[in-house]
């Protein structure tokens, strides 16, 4: 026990050392991954999480970063403070130790929390899919289809049927409905305690250019409340993919596609319709930019209006900081097995391809 007391820092320093690269090590088998901190351990921290932040109205996570943040503000001030007394020399070694240690026990929580996740098999080996590289003519079949639901779902679209979502609280439990709704076809989809909360940096949000995000150390679901209407019911399903453990951003966006698509409110099935075409119209546009033009042309009013207003909206908010956080934000996904960064939610292409191969047309 004294060896202990009297060596508690060096032990700390280890045990996280060792941890973290337990964890790193572990990282590298995707399928041990699945099986044992997907669908062992994984269940049990996320159900824990929900259950004790889960019934709090607002997002004890988004608390925490905030304490985080004016924490580290007043770290910098005191270093800046203490260079009066102390040379710079002096401070900036144990300064540095610090860092080290801090960011140790962030990647431990992180990965140990959720972020192993990112290194699991995923839904392609749940759907038995193949991601391959698909032909113009696969991308015009898929952009062809998403169009037709998206018209459809736009004709069926009401006013009254979006101002019944206007309360974060109805949005919300419209979201839980949709892996209610499917969990039956999609075990993996089962979506128990349920847990997404309106960021309270919702403004700050629109600045920064995230929509939603999920707290690992809180087990919380945030949802951007501010955001345009057409897209507000397909992130909320978006951020609880994340928290059924889809880490990547493509399979997230899949995992949404799968409840949403069988919502009974049309203002899901359009939401994530909508969504769905911006991605695979973007793709198009690469390949051939006279055929999306045609197929942007021939939209319902309703959806040439909502992507009017969508645009507008992230014009109003454009900033010299938001590419910086892009950048960084880009470059976060690129660590965490996702190569092409920003535009690892655009792969979400490939899956849907490869979905409606193997389940046909109407899958879609």
């Known amino acids: 026990m004294n060896f202990i007391r009297r060596n508690r820092k060096q032990i700390v320093w280890l045990a996280l050392i060792l941890l973290s690269i337990a964890i790193k090590v572990f990282s590298l088998f995707p399928v041990a991954v699945e099986r044992y901190y997907t669908y062992g351990i994984y269940p049990v921290i996320s159900r824990v999480q929900r259950l004790l932040f889960g019934w709090v109205p607002f997002s004890i996570g988004d608390l925490f970063y905030a304490f985080i943040v004016l924490w580290i503000i007043w770290r910098v001030v005191i270093f800046f403070k203490n260079i009066r007394r102390v040379s710079f020399t002096k ?50 079949t898929l952009v062809n289809t998403l169009h037709s639901r998206l018209n459809l779902k736009a004709a069926e679209l009401k006013p009254a049927m979006r101002d019944s979502f206007r309360r974060n609280k109805n949005l919300f439990v419209g979201a839980e409905i949709a892996f209610d709704a499917v969990d039956e076809k999609y075990p993996f989809l089962k979506y128990n305690s349920p847990s997404v909360k309106p960021s309270i940096f919702s403004y700050l949000g629109n600045y920064l250019g995230f929509q939603g995000y999920y707290n690992p150390f809180s087990g919380e679901a945030q949802a951007n409340t501010t955001v345009p209407q057409s897209v507000e019911p397909f992130v909320a ?22 409840a949403c698509r069988e919502h009974p409110s049309v203002v899901y099935t359009y939401s994530v319709y909508f969504d769905m075409y911006h991605y695979a119209i973007r793709e198009l546009y690469y390949e051939d930019s006279v055929r999306a033009a045609i197929y942007d042309s021939t939209l319902h009013a309703q959806v040439i209006k909502d992507i009017k207003d969508y645009r507008a909206f992230y014009k109003k908010y454009r900033n010299p900081i938001e590419p910086i956080i892009s950048w960084g934000y880009g470059y976060f996904l690129k660590a965490n097995n996702q190569p092409k960064g920003r535009d690892s939610y655009n792969e979400v292409v490939s899956w849907m391809i490869a979905y409606y191969k193997k389940y046909g047309r109407t899958a879609i």
Request: glycine share 10%.
């Open 237 to 258: 399903t978006h951020e609880i993919a994340h928290q059924l453990g889809y880490a990547k951003e493509s399979e997230a966006n899949f995992a949404g596609f799968l």
């Open 91 to 140: 401070q900036l070694i144990p300064c540095i130790k610090n860092i080290v240690f801090i960011f140790l026990v962030v990647f431990a929580a992180f990965y140990g929390l959720w972020g192993l996740n990112y290194s699991r098999v995923g839904i392609a080996g749940q759907l038995g899919l193949k991601e391959e590289k698909f032909s113009i003519a696969d991308l015009d």
